[in-house]
């Protein structure tokens, strides 16, 4: 009887102890996220043909058991910090908790919108009767070529109490095989210097986006894999202070960071989204992303250019991804002197499709203001496609760097497009008839599926059924479901 009873507990520590992980694409995703049962997670490169193993773009691998890039913690009544890592209420034992024995749904992969998602209750009653809720989503989507981890913190006070609340994102960087991942900002110059913005001193607001490099970020030619964390495209939300620095240096930060931290060997980055007064019942959303950056183009000339972006637009979720979308331009000044007037103009005559996003605007100057012989200075443009193509397409856009009397001038680049005429299977209900009513509460369903494109895997078609007691969400491989002489039936497993 002891044998048994040893293996039936440790089983149970085993199973309650395994992470999860989901790809982009099953089969030729571009990035990856993996979670533990405490909501602490990874981000990563999948294996693919060049590369059989997984590369990091966060400390550990996204694939290993106990995950451990990132994590999260609140700040609630400017009192106490509540994380989901173990280490920040080591560190400050009087003024932190830490939310795993509160954690009602550990880290589960959802099939059907294709994330991982965990929820805590924290605050006063861990069962939630007068608590806060907090829910994660990490969802990996492609961008082109390219893909990154959309990061979304749910936030609800469900409590009879009004509570202000803070939020700080810790990211552990490993870029490849770098441990010490130099991190870059536009206008902010490759250093290996701590930074904190905003920065009145240098007049740096907090960056749009950063970038980690696994190799040299000033050299054009490096294949080394880059990272990027966009802040401000629109739905993530612009965190109001943001620091990169020694990871170590990073994690001994309460809220208020020092003003000047040592220069980091052990690179990491913290974000920090200021406290909000909630009511009950209220809720707010915290979103960002990280993931792989987009490829990377340069083009020689007395100010050289080095642009970022998508190169091919994807349809998923019949919406064309990455829309809208940054292109992100870095000018080297390969004059023989300071320049104090470096500008950039993009050129859309010959595209069909791409506009300028709302706000933005076609000729912007570069940052900073003075850009030094052989330094670099940064620009950005977001773009979208309002009326995406029904057909896949190509668009061409260029780029011009200036001062009054000095230019490059790049060749066209080319934008793909895959066409967005697949809207996806068609469903029609042959049983009950449309528009009738059973009385039956086991009413088996048939129906016909119609998919025009003859090579859809069927194991990935989803159906959601809405019945009186709320909506069934399934795929082909749950029982309920089954084919037969082409036609599927739905079984319910319980009156409807």
């Given at each position: ?106 880290t589960i992969l959802d099939p059907i919108n294709s994330w991982l998602h965990t929820e805590w209750f924290i605050v006063a009653d861990p069962f939630g009767n007068d608590s806060i809720r907090v829910t994660q989503i990490l969802q990996p989507i492609e961008t082109g070529g390219s893909g990154t981890v959309v990061m979304k913190w749910i936030i609800h006070n469900q409590s009879s109490n009004t509570h202000d609340i803070g939020f700080m994102l810790y990211l552990d960087t490993k870029v490849g095989v770098s441990d010490t991942a130099i991190i870059v900002a536009p206008g902010v110059p490759p250093s290996d210097s701590s930074r904190i913005f905003p920065d009145p001193l240098h007049s740096w607001e ?291």
């Amino acid at each position: 009887m002891r044998v048994f009873t040893i293996a039936f507990v440790l089983m149970a520590f085993i199973m309650s102890g395994m992470a999860v992980w989901i790809d982009s694409d099953p089969d030729s995703g571009h990035i990856g996220v993996g979670a533990g049962p405490d909501g602490q997670f990874s981000i990563g490169v999948p294996p693919n043909g060049d590369y059989p193993y997984v590369r990091e773009l966060l400390h550990s691998s996204y694939r290993h058991p106990s995950p451990e890039g990132a994590f999260f913690s609140l700040w609630v009544d400017s009192s106490v910090v509540y994380s989901n890592s173990a280490i920040i209420p080591f560190m400050f034992p009087d003024s932190a908790s830490y939310i795993d024995g509160h954690n009602v749904v550990p880290t589960i992969l959802d099939p059907i919108n294709s994330w991982l998602h965990t929820e805590w209750f924290i605050v006063a009653d861990p069962f939630g009767n007068d608590s806060i809720r907090v829910t994660q989503i990490l969802q990996p989507i492609e961008t082109g070529g390219s893909g990154t981890v959309v990061m979304k913190w749910i936030i609800h006070n469900q409590s009879s109490n009004t509570h202000d609340i803070g939020f700080m994102l810790y990211l552990d960087t490993k870029v490849g095989v770098s441990d010490t991942a130099i991190i870059v900002a536009p206008g902010v110059p490759p250093s290996d210097s701590s930074r904190i913005f905003p920065d009145p001193l240098h007049s740096w607001e907090v960056p749009p986006y950063w970038e980690a490099f696994e190799g040299d970020p000033t050299d054009t030619l490096d294949d080394g894999l880059v990272a990027r964390s966009v802040l401000t495209l629109p739905p993530n939300t612009p965190p109001d202070r943001i620091a990169f620095g020694d990871i170590h240096d990073l994690l001994g930060t309460y809220w208020e960071p020092e003003v000047s931290m040592p220069r980091y060997h052990d690179s990491g980055v913290m974000a920090w989204w200021y406290p909000v007064t909630m009511p009950p019942d209220t809720t707010i959303i915290i979103q960002t992303s990280y993931g792989l950056a987009d490829s990377t183009a340069s083009i020689a000339g007395i100010y050289g250019m080095r642009l970022s972006f998508p190169h091919n637009l994807v349809v998923r979720g019949c919406e064309l991804r990455p829309n809208p979308f940054s292109v992100t331009v870095g000018v080297t000044n390969n004059s023989d002197s300071t320049v104090h007037d470096l500008r950039v103009r993009i050129d859309l005559t010959e595209s069909d499709y791409c506009t300028l996003a709302f706000g933005e605007v076609y000729d912007k100057p570069v940052t900073p203001a003075s850009v030094a012989e052989g330094a670099m200075g940064f620009t950005f443009f977001d773009l979208e496609i309002p009326d995406p193509p029904l057909v896949t397409h190509v668009d061409h856009f260029r780029f011009e760097a200036y001062t009054t009397d000095s230019f490059s001038i790049s060749p066209l680049f080319n934008l793909g497009m895959q066409g967005t005429d697949y809207i996806g299977p068609e469903a029609r209900t042959i049983e009950p008839l449309w528009g009738t009513i059973t009385s039956d509460p086991n009413q088996i369903i048939k129906m016909f599926i119609r998919d025009e494109d003859s090579s859809v895997d069927t194991m990935r078609i989803f159906f959601g059924f809405i019945t009186a007691a709320g909506t069934l969400y399934a795929d082909i491989r749950y029982p309920e479901l089954s084919f037969r002489d082409d036609t599927l039936y739905f079984e319910p497993p319980e009156p409807l």
